[in-house]
């Protein structure tokens, strides 16, 4: 099973919007609806960010939305903010019991 | 609150083998699927094994069929992964987590194994 692509940096000002592509196949992303997005600070453990393509978890500001279409699923990231800079890891039930992570975005804020 | 604590990490010769460990609070263990996740140094996360609650079903990649074996002890609140036939490409961070890969909702903050002559 070969890794989602994921650009490897993207970046923005601070209040600009952001967006992260994970790109994968129908057998990952294109199949199911179970996307999901990590963010890693250096140094630090992933955080949920996305759940089930679209879903924030209990915590994660609304300013982080997501969507899929067809066999990629991107992340927007709005009114970026310095702490937003981070390491962004999309994933995917890839079938057969059997999931993929993404390559990873460096997400820079200028 | 939810806290997962690996260990059980160090620096092993190629060919030998270590037991982690990740010890659960926080919440009912015995009732969630619990995963290991690793990162090798300046790389992405890598799916390494998901095990459901009452240990019924275990998923591994196929990559990694064969040398690692997950199991948890519900009564002791702890996941386990054992790592055999290390190879220097097995060197990362490995991190214990509540879930499965697509919604895996805390992490540990890891143990470190290295795989080194």
């Known amino acids: 099973q070969s890794a989602l692509t994921q650009p490897p940096s993207a970046s923005g000002s601070p209040g600009q919007s952001v967006t992260i592509s994970c790109t994968g196949t129908?057998?990952?992303?294109?199949?199911?609806?179970?996307v999901s997005w990590y963010q890693q600070h250096p140094g630090k453990a992933p955080k949920l960010m996305i759940y089930e393509v679209n879903k924030r978890p209990s915590g994660v500001p609304d300013r982080f939305s997501a969507s899929k279409s067809g066999n990629t699923a991107s992340l927007t990231v709005s009114g970026l903010q310095a702490e937003d800079e981070a390491h962004y890891y999309c994933a995917s039930d890839a079938g057969t019991n059997n999931y993929v992570f993404g390559t990873g975005t460096k997400v820079t804020v200028l | 609150e939810v806290h997962l604590v690996e260990s059980g990490g160090g620096l092993v010769k190629p060919g030998g083998s270590l037991r982690l460990s990740c010890a659960a609070s926080?919440?009912?263990?015995?009732?969630?699927?619990m995963s290991w996740v690793r990162q090798a140094p300046g790389r992405g996360l890598e799916w390494v094994s998901s095990?459901?609650?009452?240990?019924?079903?275990?998923y591994y990649p196929d990559s990694l069929k064969g040398r690692f074996t997950i199991s948890r002890d519900n009564a002791k609140n702890s996941l386990y992964l054992q790592l055999n036939s290390l190879r220097a490409e097995d060197t990362a961070v490995y991190y214990c987590a509540r879930g499965s890969p697509d919604l895996l909702e805390y992490w540990g903050q890891g143990t470190l194994v290295t795989v080194s002559p």
């Open positions: 095990i459901s609650s009452g240990s019924t079903y275990i």
């Open positions: 926080g919440f009912t263990f015995w009732t969630y699927t």
């Open positions: 129908s057998s990952d992303v294109d199949g199911y609806y179970y």
